[in-house]
């Protein structure tokens, strides 16, 4: 391979330098490169590139580099890999952290050093072979978790069809096209932990790059034969005599037709469903008007008076994309979001940091080890409610209150002369309340141009003209935008699920829906949700890495049937029942189960019904395989087996 030393130090100067000292390790074997001095300090919400190492480090880290990186390109062989040991010292190294002894486990999956994709099921031998071909399933949705759930049943070698209502795999990336739309979460962690991507052109991708990503993974791996798409599941109900989900659908065409699978897999989100605020007169508006997740990127916006109602993380983007091209714009906040601050919001990855994250052995590998340790427990602690807190009810404990003051000071910083606004954006709810946001100063900056005004009034009422607010104001518009969210808490809903007995789930779960670890409920034996109850999460992680271990889990739970000869897996209700205290417990004691928030986490009946409250190791142990004594397994018939 050619090199250039000057490209060379250019990559260096955009590295992740603490990631950097972790590849040097590999390159020369040397541990004792792991000195006190090397350990990087990194500042709660800032850059953490340069790992806080003084000028001279830095220099020193990228000299040592460039010399051991020339040295390999130039056909140098790599030492033996570091021990388990000193792996395990590269951890808090590279995350500047003493990591509790519990995660190890857990992150060296992740870290992944030897390559291996070790949440891929293993049904190599024949009779877990022969198990897996006579069984089938149907997975609803070809979105992130529908395609990760085809690649695992693949793998395993067992029959299955997706069912997607859309034209195209990617769901939430295919189907919110709204200007503005990115992922919020790091690009190099939001994305398969077996399928990375050194090709990102930004840290934090738009829509089009993500459905890409997602288009490509579903062509990789074949995908597309096994999907039916355009087509919607009605209904799936489960014929007890014959121990299978007669799954009804419904084509675009209109032709209906059932199809028949021993395991029924939803991974349909949370977030697809939109939901147009119960607004008098919503419906009367003379002009254009559209929610966010459908878009009409027919209607004009340039010159046109824009009404936007919300301020969620849909508004948080697309509002500061439009402001500058419609005539006047008008914001409706109920409520105000916090704001993460997030300078590579928008930043491209420059090409460097792609050369190395390509080329440089292990330095992408420690890089997203890095991402995946900041958001694993970074915030966690500061959204922990401390039962003893007697300060102000905007904040939920002692940390949370100096996690607030930083993000309040990082708003007034934005407009410090403008007491107003500042008024109006800073929250008065505790901090992870709700999904706080990632900001790179676009969204205050669009707040204060000439054209745009932050409402604050609550609305009265949409009239044919646009908007009245509590005042009495009218507020003219011709186009009107909901940008307020979707039928979070209304899991798997409009699709009807029948279980046991003839018993509806929807019924079953009266607004209030629960399941064992998000995946299973009593009643609805074979039946796996994906992205199900209380598997959201606010500051810690990705949703990806949930859906991985979800998805290991369901995977498990097939092996337990195939290799116990089970026609039937039920979880247990008093299992069921038992986990669900635990997580309403945990989340009565975190910032968005406070009782003094409202979000859509909480579902009618105020209970949390949508987040993990607990770190992420939590979910990673609880879904490596399934406990046995947690379901009721019921025996095949001789004819069956
Ligand atoms: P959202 O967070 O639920 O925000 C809805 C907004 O509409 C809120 O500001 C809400 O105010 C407001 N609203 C709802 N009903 C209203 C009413 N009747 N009158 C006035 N205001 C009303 O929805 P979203 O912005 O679409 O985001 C939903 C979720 O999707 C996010 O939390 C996130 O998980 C995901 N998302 C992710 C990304 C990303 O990764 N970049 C981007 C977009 C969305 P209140 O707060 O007072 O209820």
Same mark, same amino acid.
Request: proline content about 7%; glycine content about 8%.
């Given at each position: 391979? %050619? ?26 074997? $040397? ?11 990194? !500042? ?63 992150? &060296? ?31 609803? =949705? ?5 395609? *990760? ?20 795999? @990617?769901?939430?990336?295919?189907? /919110?096209? #709204? ?51 355009? &087509?919607? !599941? ?19 065409? =209109? ?15 949370? +977030? ?9 007169? !919503?419906?009367?508006?003379? @002009? ?21 109602? =919300? ?30 601050? =997030?300078? %590579? ?29 900041? *958001? ?23 940390? /949370? ?27 008065? #709810? ?8 990632? $900001? ?10 000439? /054209?745009?005004?932050?409402? %604050? ?34 899991? *798997? ?9 003839? !018993? ?25 949700? *994906?992205?199900?109850?209380? &598997? ?23 092996? +337990? ?39 859509? #986490? ?8 949508? /987040? ?6 939590? #979910? ?22």
């Amino acid at each position: 391979m %050619t090199h250039d030393a000057v490209a060379l130090e250019a990559a260096l100067a955009e590295a992740h330098l603490p990631a950097l000292l972790m590849s040097l390790v590999h390159l020369t074997g $040397d541990a004792s490169l792991l000195t006190a001095e090397r350990r990087p300090t990194y !500042v709660l919400l800032a850059d953490g590139r340069a790992g806080g190492y003084p000028a001279e480090l830095q220099a020193e880290i990228r000299a040592r580099a460039k010399a051991a990186i020339e040295a390999h390109l130039d056909g140098a062989p790599l030492p033996p890999p570091p021990s388990p040991a000193t792996v395990r010292r590269m951890m808090d190294w590279v995350a500047g952290a003493d990591i509790p002894a519990r995660y190890a486990p857990f992150l &060296t999956e992740e870290l992944a050093l030897d390559g291996t994709d070790a949440k891929a099921p293993d049904w190599s031998s024949p009779k877990l072979r022969a198990a897996g071909a006579k069984m089938k399933v149907i997975v609803v =949705g070809a979105g992130m978790s529908g395609l *990760l759930a085809g690649i695992r049943l693949g793998q395993a070698g067992i029959d299955f069809t997706i069912v997607e209502k859309d034209a195209d795999v @990617g769901g939430t990336w295919l189907e /919110n096209v #709204y200007p503005g739309c990115r992922v919020d979460n790091p690009n190099h962690m939001y994305s398969y932990s077996f399928e990375p991507n050194h090709d990102f052109p930004q840290y934090y991708s738009t829509q089009g790059v993500l459905l890409d990503y997602f288009r490509r993974v579903a062509d990789k791996h074949g995908l597309r034969r096994r999907i039916r798409f355009d &087509t919607s !599941v009605e209904e799936a109900a489960f014929d007890e005599a014959r121990a299978l989900w007669r799954v009804e659908v419904k084509a675009r065409d =209109g032709g209906r037709e059932v199809l028949e699978a021993d395991v029924l897999i939803t991974a349909v989100g949370q +977030l697809n469903r939109p939901r147009y605020p119960d607004i008098d007169g !919503v419906e009367t508006f003379d @002009g254009p008007s559209f929610h966010s997740a459908r878009w009409r990127h027919d209607v004009e916006l340039a010159g046109k008076r824009v009404a936007v109602i =919300g301020t969620g993380a849909s508004a948080f983007q697309f509002v500061p994309t439009i402001a500058p091209k419609v005539a006047r714009l008008e914001v409706f906040q109920r409520t105000p979001p916090w704001c993460l601050p =997030g300078p %590579t919001y928008h930043h491209d990855v420059p090409e460097g940091k792609k050369w190395l994250l390509e080329h440089v052995p292990f330095y992408g590998k420690w890089y997203r080890f890095w991402l995946f340790w900041m *958001l694993t427990d970074g915030l966690y602690e500061s959204v922990k409610a401390d039962p003893d807190w007697q300060g102000s009810p905007q904040a939920v404990g002692e940390a /949370n209150a100096v996690l607030r003051e930083m993000l309040a000071e990082a708003l007034r910083a934005q407009a410090p002369d403008e007491p107003d606004l500042l008024e109006k954006i800073i929250p008065a #709810y505790p901090v992870g309340g709700k999904r706080a946001l990632v $900001d790179n100063g676009v969204w205050v900056e669009a707040l204060r141009r000439d /054209n745009v005004d932050l409402i %604050t009034t609550p609305i009265e009422r949409i009239t044919p003209a646009g908007v009245v607010t509590k005042d009495g104001a009218e507020h003219a518009a011709d186009v009107i935008i909901y940008g307020t969210g979707f039928h979070a808490s209304r899991f *798997l809903w409009p699709m009807r699920i029948v279980g046991r007995g003839g !018993v509806d789930l929807d019924q079953a779960w009266n607004g209030d829906a629960r399941a064992y670890l998000g995946m299973t409920a009593p009643g609805f034996p074979n039946l796996f949700i *994906l992205y199900g109850p209380n &598997t959201n999460i606010v500051v810690n992680g990705s949703i990806i890495f949930f859906s991985e271990c979800s998805v290991r889990y369901v995977l498990g739970c097939l092996r +337990l049937m195939a290799e116990s000869g089970s026609r039937t897996m039920e979880v247990r209700r008093e299992v069921h029942d038992a986990f669900n205290a635990e997580v309403d417990a945990a989340n009565a004691l975190m910032a968005w189960g406070a009782p003094q928030v409202t979000s859509w #986490y909480k579902n009618a009946t105020g209970r949390v019904s949508q /987040n993990w409250p607990f770190p992420l190791v939590d #979910y990673w142990n609880a879904t490596v395989a399934p406990n046995r004594a947690d379901f009721v397994l019921e025996a095949k018939v001789a004819a069956e087996a």
